[in-house]
């Protein structure tokens, strides 16, 4: 899809700045600057966002943009170079406990001790937790409930699925009842049914919670999250509803027109339409000609193409803008004039 | 039950379950086996003074010495390293634990099976003492030492395991670095300052046991071992809480 590039990050980024709140006070999540080096390679540079207590909230970016480095700072995995992070309140670096104790963390990669029965595991969990002896046996109950593995709570670790272990990983997530999830691609590897299930269910506990959804698939940030932040190259590239990123896209998109005229009239005529940019042929079908129009910066084109088209005495059959999806703006936001080996090469994931 | 003790907890469990303590403790135990036979062997020689020190034949001999180079690496050698590879430890590492009781329970896990078994020789010596009288001292004084001298090279097998996360390198390399530290009394041999040969001599682990065996418990060789254990367990410690190792 052809776009305008500069005015629409221009406009994005002013987004980007609206979305920050200046009191980060009651931030469930609250970033600022954060940056992490490894040796000379920056994975992530002055990143700053917060996220709102029970908001669930995106975090995208193609591979290597910095994700996973982000999540495992905010867990207290890896350690900032510069900046700070705060859960609720605390810094990560400062208190390290009671962080991990407000926290419940789905890595990327689900390891769990494949010796071990699914209710061993948890009780395991539940104990290294800090759940009281008392609640541990209703938590682990309850939790197994939730995640539907009552059923398979004899099964080794071992033995299961990717999707059911994925269930056992999410179910020591909610243990200890954290007020924060964060989650770092919690459906890779999973069915489309299975899909499904985790989507709804993390829905169902964004009322409780607030959440912090890494992914790369975008229907899925769409369905779910109220607001997203797009990262590439370890900066942030957007911060803002799914829905608003879209309308900032498609005010500048293309709009699709199918007329039938005598091209050799047509083209140049649109061609000198003021706020067209530019017009490209895409095709023809029962004698009507497809074109592409992309118009100039902020500009609607719709109006002035109809009116030129009556005044001429075209036919037009379509005049309609393309309405951008979020991959659209997640292609857009993340493609570089650079090949992308070097994004690749940028950040350990 | 607090997390240390659900830690080592797991560790033991874990170690259990998986085939390396099976096969761990079903080789120990046939060596172990072949010792006790061979007890039987000598005590039955009417040349044998009956009233021969027990605890020598049992501890320091060949076979003690394979025994404890087997079980240590095998013991140790997954404790990081397993948790490393498959990636295991990140849930660990990001539970509201402290690393201290994270290296703590690995180094309890492997010390607790290591003792778990020794303690099933103890039979050994309830079965003959039925049949021959001998002093419980230096048996007992043997099994204490064994104790602490195995938590020295067990902690130092956890450092190993924190290395590197393959299981092998890792137990190789522990098994090195104890074969390294028995041989240090050979030096002696080549040594002539004689203040020289006392520090060899202290760090001797063979004339350890050997004097443990006599029923001597001396602190001194305690006091290396447990600042050896704590050392290694510090090093551990630092090892992964190294942002490179954790990346």
Redo the contacts between chains.
């Keep these: 899809m052809l776009l305008r590039r500069r005015g629409l990050d221009k406009r994005l980024s002013h987004n980007h700045n609206d979305s920050i709140p200046t009191n980060t006070m009651t931030a469930a999540i609250d970033v600022q600057q954060l940056t992490k080096r490894?040796d000379a390679v920056t994975a992530l540079s002055d990143i700053s966002f917060s996220v709102q207590p029970g908001e669930i909230m995106g975090f995208l970016g193609p591979n290597g943009a910095g994700k996973t480095?982000t999540l495992?700072i905010l867990?207290?995995?890896?350690?900032p170079t510069q900046g700070s992070v705060r859960i609720n309140g605390l810094d990560v670096t400062q208190h390290p406990?009671?962080v991990?104790?407000q926290?419940g963390?789905l890595?990327e990669?689900v390891?769990?001790?494949p010796?071990?029965r699914v209710k061993?595991y948890l009780d395991?969990?539940a104990?290294?937790?800090?759940v009281p002896?008392i609640q541990c046996k209703k938590r682990v109950q309850a939790v197994m409930e939730q995640c539907a593995l009552t059923d398979m709570q004899r099964r080794l670790i071992g033995r299961l699925s990717k999707g059911y272990r994925q269930r056992v990983?999410l179910a020591?997530c909610l243990l200890?009842q954290p007020k924060v999830l964060i989650l770092d691609e919690p459906t890779v590897g999973l069915d489309p049914h299975q899909i499904r299930q985790t989507r709804e269910f993390i829905l169902a506990l964004g009322r409780t919670t607030t959440i912090l959804l890494s992914t790369h698939i975008l229907p899925e940030v769409e369905m779910i999250c109220q607001k997203v932040i797009i990262i590439d190259r370890g900066r942030i590239r957007a911060v803002d509803t799914p829905d608003r990123l879209r309308r900032s896209l498609s005010a500048f998109g293309v709009v699709r027109v199918q007329l039938r005229a005598d091209m050799n009239q047509a083209m140049p005529a649109l061609q000198q339409l003021a706020g067209i940019a530019k017009v490209s042929r895409q095709g023809e079908a029962d004698g009507f000609f497809m074109l592409d129009i992309e118009p100039k910066e902020g500009q609607d084109v719709r109006e002035p193409v109809f009116l030129l088209a009556s005044q001429r005495g075209w036919t037009l059959r379509e005049l309609s803008a393309q309405r951008a999806s979020l991959e659209d703006v997640f292609v857009h936001l993340t493609t570089h004039e650079q090949t992308t080996e070097g994004a690749v090469q940028g950040a350990?994931a | 039950?607090?997390?240390l003790?659900?830690?080592t907890?797991?560790e033991l469990?874990?170690l259990w379950?998986?085939p390396i303590g099976a096969t761990v403790s079903a080789l120990f135990l046939l060596i172990q086996g072949v010792v006790f036979w061979l007890l039987i062997l000598i005590l039955n020689d009417p040349r044998v003074d009956p009233s021969w020190n027990m605890a020598r034949l049992f501890f320091g001999g060949f076979f003690y010495w394979i025994s404890l180079f087997i079980t240590v690496p095998t013991l140790t050698m997954r404790t990081f390293s397993e948790e490393k590879r498959?990636?295991?430890i990140?849930?660990l590492?990001?539970?509201?634990?402290?690393e201290t009781q994270v290296v703590l329970s690995k180094f309890l896990g492997a010390w607790i099976a290591y003792a778990l078994l020794w303690t099933l020789t103890i039979v050994y010596f309830v079965v003959l003492r039925a049949y021959t009288p001998f002093d419980w001292g230096p048996v007992a004084a043997g099994y204490i030492g064994t104790l602490l001298m195995g938590a020295m090279l067990i902690a130092i097998g956890v450092l190993t395991s924190s290395l590197t996360r393959n299981q092998v390198i890792s137990g190789l390399f522990a098994f090195v670095i104890l074969l390294l530290i028995f041989c240090v009394g050979i030096l002696s041999m080549f040594v002539r300052d004689p203040e020289a040969v006392a520090i060899i001599r202290y760090l001797s682990l063979p004339d350890h046991v050997n004097q443990f065996a006599k029923g001597l418990l001396d602190t001194r060789p305690a006091v290396l071992y447990a600042s050896v254990t704590a050392i290694s367990l510090l090093l551990t410690g630092r090892v992964i809480a190294n942002?490179r190792w954790?990346?």
């Design positions: 490894y480095t495992r867990t207290g995995m890896i350690a406990l009671e991990r104790r926290i963390y890595p990669n390891a769990l001790y010796e071990l061993e395991y969990r104990q290294i937790k800090g002896g990983a020591d200890a350990p | 039950m607090n997390a003790a659900a830690l907890f797991r469990k874990s379950y998986s498959t990636g295991s990140e849930l590492l990001t539970a509201p634990v402290t942002p954790r990346s």
